[in-house]
C-alpha cells in the first residue's frame, strides 16, 4: 500500500500516511528580548519614558541658555541653528524652556500617579474592608467622580496660589475617586475568593489578610491606574497652565510656553508647535507604557479594555 | 454519490506554543437521509470536524485543509457568499449549549425568521407567521405568544427546540447536531431525542450527531465514527460497532456499557473512564495516538501509526493488534 | 417599571446632594484663604474682608452651606464679583455655544467611533485593527487644545475650507452654525472618539466569542448583520454607558476648546474667570456641569432596557 515506505517495517504492517503541516511552524519567544518582542508597547513606551526623565534630569546641561533670561532683541525668531526651536515674544530661547518643561510635567505626572495611587489604596482598603464606612465612602466618592476632573481642579486652582504643589494637589483630588473605586472593587472580588474566606475564618488578622492576599493581587492593576493616571495628570497640568490656571507663568512648563505663544499661534506657530510635540511624545510614552503593562499583567483586565 | 464527503480533513490551530493539530486527517461519508454518530471524549476533534464541514473555524488562528464535498461541491473552495447560501438552508447545526446559543436581545421569532428571510425571501411577516408553525411543530405549546418573547423566558428544553426549529426552518438536507443533549436534563434529553428522531423522519434530513453519550448514539445512529486524538480510530454500522468493537479505545469507551436494550439514559451508560490523559495535540505523534493509554500496546505501536483497514466488511479500525486478532481468528 | 424609574431618580438626590456639599467644601478644603488669593496681591485687608462677607466665609460653614443650597434650588447661583451680574444669568447668555459644541461633538463621536470599533473588533489582529488602536492612543496622547490649533492650522489657515475662529449662533442658519462647530467638535471629540473606539472593540470582541454569534454565523448571517445586529446590540449597554461616563472628558475639553476656537461660551466665561479670581461664577459652572453630568448618566441607566430585555424593573 504504502510503496514509498523504508524497507524497515516489519511485513504484514499496515502504515498510516504521515499528515502534513498546513501552516507554518509557530517560533516559540523566551527570555528579555522575547519578552519585549512579544510586548513592543512595553519596550517603546518604556525607552520614550527613560528619555524624557534623562532630558528631565539633565536639561540645565542640555539646554543652550537659560529658559527664564529675556532678551528683547531676540523676540520671535524663527528655528535656527543658533535657536533650534526658535525664540517666544520676550526672546526667551523655546529650545531650553521645552527641555525643562520636561520637569514640570514629569514632576506632576509622577506624583499625582504615586499620591493618587497611595491616598485612593487607603481609602479602598478601608472601603472594602469596613461595611459601614463602604456606604459612606462610596457615596461620597460617588459625588465627586461626578464633578468632570478638570472643572474640579480649575476651582481648586482659582482658590489657591498657582504653584506646583497646588497643581499637584488639584489634580491628586480629582483623581483619587477612580483609584478608591478600582482598589475597592478588587477587594471585594477577593473577599470572595475561598482562600480569603478560610483565612478570615481561620482567625488570621485584618492587616495580615491585606498584607499577604489583598496587596499582592491589588499591586498590578494598580500599577496600570498608576500609569494612566501619570499621563492624565500631565496632559491635566498643560490645560490648567494653558488656561492660566495652573503653574505660575514664571516656571517654564509646556503648558506655560503654549499659553504664552497662543496670541501668536497663526504667525509664530513653532512657539506652540514644540511644546506640543514634546508633550503629546511623552503622554503617548506613558499610555502605551500602560497599556503594555496591563497586558502583561492582567489579562483579563486586557480582555475587558 | 453520498451527501457528504470528507476528505483527508485538517483542522490546525495556531496557539502562542506551538500548532495545535486538532483534527489531522479525518475521512468518512453520509449518505442521504442518514444518521452517523462521531463519538470521542472531549477533545478528541469531534466538534471541530462539526465546525469545520460548516467553515465555522475562525481563521486565523485556524486553518482548514483537505476536502469537504456536499453534494459533489468542495466548501473549502466556495466563496462567502456561497457557504452563507448553504449554512442554515442545506446544512444546518444544533449547538450544545442552548442556554448560549440563542441571541438574549432578539426574540425568538426573529432568530426563527431570520434563516426563511434569508434563504427563501420570506417577508416579515410569513416569516414570523412560519416561525410559529415551528415553534409548533417542535412541540412549544402558546407558540403565538411564544415567539414574541426572548430567549431568557424560556427553560433549557424549551430553547434546544427553538435551536432544533431554527434549523429545521429551511428543510436541510443535512443536520449537524453537536452534543444536543449534553446540557440538558436526562428527561427532557430523551423528549429532545425522540423529537429529532421525529423530526429526521418527517424531514428526511441525514444527521451527523456529535455526542460523547454513547446511550444517545445506540439510540439514534446507523453508523458510527470513533475519534480520538484528531483522528479517526474506527467505523462501523452501531450494531457491529457495539456487539464486536475493534479498537482498544472502543473497547475502553464501552467496557462500562451495559447491554442493548438496557437503561439508555442512566449515568452508567456514560464513557467508562480510561486512564491517562489525551495527548498533547501540539506535538506530532510517531506511532499509534492512543499508544500512551492502550492496554495492548508494544513497541510496534509507538514507532508505526497503523493505517485505517477493513477488519469485516464495513467495519474499519486503525489498530496493528486488531488486525493481527483477526488474521487469529481467521 | 415606573417604580423603578421614580426610584432610581430619587437615588440620584443624594449623589446631588454630596456633588453639591463638595463644591460648596471647595472653598474650605483649598489651603491656605481664599478670601485672600481672590482678592489679589494688591488688596487691601478691606477689601478681602469684603470678598470674605461677599463668599459668606465670615458666617458659620453649616448656616452658610443651608443658605447656599437654598439659593440654589430657587436657581439663584450667587452673584459674580467682577460684573455684579447674577451668575444663573451669565451662564444663561453663554450656553447656547457651549451646548451646540458638545451636542454635535456627541453625534460626531459616537457615529465615528462606534463604526471603528466594530470593524477593529472584526478585523483584530490586523493593520485596521493596529491603525484603530493606534489612533485611540494618540486621541488620549494629544491634549484637546493641540488637536484644536493642528486642526486649525490646516483646515482653516492653509486650505482655507473653515473659519479659523468664532461661533455663530443657531439662529443665524443651520450652515453657517455648523460651519463654525466642525473643527471645534473634532478636536473635542478626539479623545472622546478614542475611549468610545476603544470600548467598543473591546466589548465587541467579547461578545463576538459569544455561542450565539456562531449560531448565527451558521444560518447563513452576513457579516454585516452578525456585527451590526446580532453582536452591536449585544455589546450596547457598555458602550453606553463608556459614552456617559466619557461626558466628563468632553465637559473638561469644552471649556479648552472653546479657548483655542474663540467660542464665547461658558468655558470661555470660566477662563474669564480664573484670570479675574472670579470664583462664584466658577463655582456656579462646576455645579451646573456637574448636575448636567449626574442626569445624563441618569437617562443612560434608565435607557438600559431600550437595550437588553434580561433588564427588567
Known amino acids: 500500500m504504502d510503496g514509498g515506505r523504508p524497507a524497515t517495517i516489519p511485513p504484514g504492517i499496515n502504515v498510516a500516511p504521515e499528515m502534513g503541516d498546513i501552516m507554518p511552524p509557530v517560533k516559540a519567544k523566551k527570555g528579555f528580548i522575547g519578552f519585549l518582542r512579544r510586548n513592543p508597547t512595553i519596550a517603546i513606551g518604556g525607552t520614550l519614558v527613560l528619555l524624557m526623565v534623562c532630558v528631565a534630569i539633565f536639561a540645565p546641561f542640555l539646554a543652550h541658555r537659560d529658559p527664564t533670561s529675556l532678551a528683547p532683541a531676540l523676540r520671535t525668531r524663527e528655528p535656527s541653528a543658533q535657536f533650534w526651536f526658535g525664540t517666544d515674544m520676550l526672546g526667551r530661547d523655546v529650545y531650553s524652556r521645552v527641555l525643562h518643561g520636561a520637569r514640570v510635567s514629569l514632576t506632576v505626572g509622577f506624583s499625582v500617579a504615586f499620591f493618587a495611587s497611595l491616598i485612593g489604596l487607603t481609602i479602598g482598603l478601608i472601603s472594602g474592608f469596613i461595611r459601614l464606612a463602604d456606604s459612606i465612602i462610596m457615596r461620597f466618592m460617588d459625588g465627586m467622580m461626578s464633578i468632570p476632573p478638570i472643572l474640579l481642579a480649575i476651582a481648586l486652582m482659582a482658590l489657591t496660589r498657582g504653584s506646583v504643589g497646588n497643581v499637584v494637589l488639584a489634580i491628586t483630588i480629582a483623581e483619587i475617586p477612580r483609584v478608591s473605586r478600582l482598589v475597592r472593587g478588587v477587594v471585594l472580588s477577593l473577599r470572595e475568593q475561598p482562600y480569603v474566606d478560610a483565612a478570615v475564618a481561620s482567625g488570621t488578622r485584618t492587616p495580615m489578610i491585606i498584607l499577604r492576599h489583598i496587596l499582592p493581587n491589588t499591586l498590578a492593576p494598580l500599577t496600570v491606574q498608576a500609569t494612566y493616571i501619570c499621563a492624565s495628570a500631565m496632559i491635566t497640568e498643560a490645560i490648567l497652565s494653558f488656561i492660566g490656571a495652573g503653574t505660575p507663568p514664571i516656571i517654564p512648563s509646556w503648558g506655560n510656553i503654549m499659553a504664552e505663544g497662543r496670541a501668536l499661534w497663526q504667525v509664530k506657530p513653532y512657539i506652540v508647535f514644540f511644546p506640543a510635540v514634546f508633550l503629546s511624545i511623552t503622554v503617548l510614552a506613558v499610555n502605551l507604557l500602560g497599556d503594555g503593562l496591563r497586558d502583561a499583567l492582567d489579562p483579563r483586565m486586557a480582555k475587558r479594555l | ?330 | 417599571m415606573f417604580a423603578y424609574i421614580v426610584r432610581r431618580v430619587l437615588a440620584t438626590i443624594p449623589v446631588m446632594a454630596i456633588v453639591a456639599l463638595f463644591v460648596f467644601s471647595l472653598l474650605y478644603i483649598a489651603p491656605g484663604d481664599p478670601a485672600a488669593v481672590i482678592a489679589g496681591d494688591q488688596a487691601t485687608p478691606a477689601d478681602v474682608e469684603r470678598i470674605r462677607a461677599s463668599l459668606g466665609l465670615d458666617r458659620p460653614y453649616l448656616v452658610r452651606f443651608g443658605a447656599w443650597l437654598w439659593d440654589i434650588l430657587r436657581g439663584d447661583l450667587g452673584t459674580s464679583i467682577f460684573t455684579n451680574l447674577p451668575v444663573a444669568t451669565m451662564i444663561r447668555q453663554r450656553i447656547e455655544p457651549t451646548l451646540s459644541l458638545m451636542i454635535v461633538t456627541l453625534i460626531l463621536a459616537v457615529s465615528i467611533a462606534v463604526p471603528m470599533g466594530v470593524v477593529a473588533a472584526w478585523r483584530q489582529g490586523t493593520w485596521i485593527d493596529r491603525a484603530v488602536m493606534g489612533f485611540a492612543v494618540l486621541g488620549f496622547s494629544v491634549p484637546v487644545f493641540v488637536v484644536g490649533y493642528v486642526l486649525a492650522y490646516i483646515f482653516a489657515l492653509e486650505l482655507d475650507w473653515l473659519p479659523v475662529q468664532g461661533y455663530t449662533p443657531f439662529s443665524r442658519g443651520f450652515f453657517p452654525w455648523m460651519e463654525n462647530l466642525i473643527l471645534p467638535a473634532v478636536a473635542l471629540g478626539s479623545v472622546y472618539i478614542a475611549l468610545i473606539a476603544r470600548i467598543t472593540r473591546a466589548t465587541m470582541l467579547e461578545v463576538l466569542q459569544q455561542d450565539y454569534i456562531r449560531t448565527a454565523k451558521a444560518k447563513g448571517v452576513g457579516q454585516r448583520s452578525i456585527l451590526f445586529v446580532h453582536a452591536l446590540k449585544n455589546a450596547a449597554v457598555p458602550i453606553v454607558t463608556v459614552i456617559g461616563i466619557g461626558m466628563a472628558l468632553l465637559i473638561g475639553g469644552a471649556v479648552v476648546t472653546e479657548s483655542v476656537f474663540a467660542i464665547p461660551g461658558l468655558g470661555r466665561l470660566t477662563v474669564d474667570a480664573i484670570l479675574r479670581r472670579d470664583y462664584p461664577v466658577i463655582q456656579g459652572v462646576v455645579l451646573l456641569f456637574s448636575f448636567i453630568y449626574v442626569l445624563v448618566n441618569l437617562a443612560i441607566d434608565l435607557a438600559y432596557t431600550l437595550f437588553d430585555p434580561r433588564i427588567r424593573y
Request: hydrophobic share 40%.
Open chain 2, 1 to 330: 454519490m453520498a451527501l457528504l464527503e470528507v476528505e483527508n480533513l485538517q483542522t490546525h490551530f495556531r496557539t502562542p506554543d506551538g500548532i495545535n493539530r486538532a483534527v489531522d486527517g479525518v475521512n468518512f461519508h453520509v449518505n442521504a437521509g442518514e444518521t452517523v454518530a462521531i463519538v470521542g471524549e472531549s477533545g478528541c476533534g469531534k466538534s471541530v470536524t462539526a465546525m469545520s464541514i460548516l467553515r465555522l473555524i475562525p481563521e486565523p488562528p485556524g486553518k482548514i485543509a483537505g476536502a469537504i464535498r456536499f453534494n459533489g461541491k468542495n466548501l473549502l473552495e466556495a466563496s462567502d457568499k456561497e457557504m452563507r447560501a448553504i449554512r442554515g438552508n442545506e446544512i444546518s447545526m444544533i449547538f450544545q449549549e442552548p442556554m448560549t446559543s440563542l441571541n438574549p436581545v432578539l426574540t425568538v421569532g426573529r432568530q426563527i425568521g431570520e434563516t426563511l428571510r434569508l434563504h427563501q425571501g420570506l417577508s416579515a411577516q410569513e416569516a414570523e407567521d412560519r416561525a410559529v408553525e415551528m415553534l409548533n411543530l417542535v412541540g412549544i405549546p402558546e407558540a403565538k405568544r411564544r415567539v414574541r418573547e426572548y430567549p431568557h423566558q424560556l427553560s433549557g428544553g424549551m430553547r434546544q427546540r427553538v435551536m432544533i426549529a431554527i434549523a429545521l426552518a429551511c428543510n436541510p438536507k443535512l443536520l449537524i447536531a453537536d452534543e444536543p443533549t449534553t446540557a440538558l436534563d436526562v428527561t427532557i434529553q430523551a423528549q429532545i431525542l425522540e423529537l429529532m428522531k421525529d423530526l429526521k423522519h418527517r424531514v428526511g434530513a441525514a444527521i451527523v450527531l456529535i455526542t460523547h453519550d454513547l446511550g444517545v448514539v445506540a439510540e439514534v445512529a446507523e453508523r458510527v465514527i470513533v475519534m480520538y486524538a484528531g483522528r479517526k480510530v474506527e467505523e462501523a454500522a452501531v450494531g457491529p460497532l457495539f456487539r464486536n468493537p475493534r479498537h482498544p479505545y472502543t473497547q475502553g469507551l464501552l467496557g462500562s456499557m451495559p447491554k442493548l436494550g438496557s437503561s439508555l439514559t442512566g449515568e452508567e451508560t456514560r464513557l467508562a473512564e480510561i486512564p491517562g490523559l489525551v495527548p498533547s495535540l501540539k506535538k506530532k505523534i510517531p506511532g499509534c495516538v492512543f499508544a500512551s493509554r492502550c492496554p495492548k500496546v508494544t513497541d510496534l505501536c509507538t514507532q508505526y501509526a497503523p493505517a485505517l483497514e477493513e477488519k469485516a466488511p464495513g467495519h474499519v479500525a486503525a489498530c496493528h493488534y486488531a488486525l493481527r486478532e483477526e488474521v487469529v481468528a481467521a
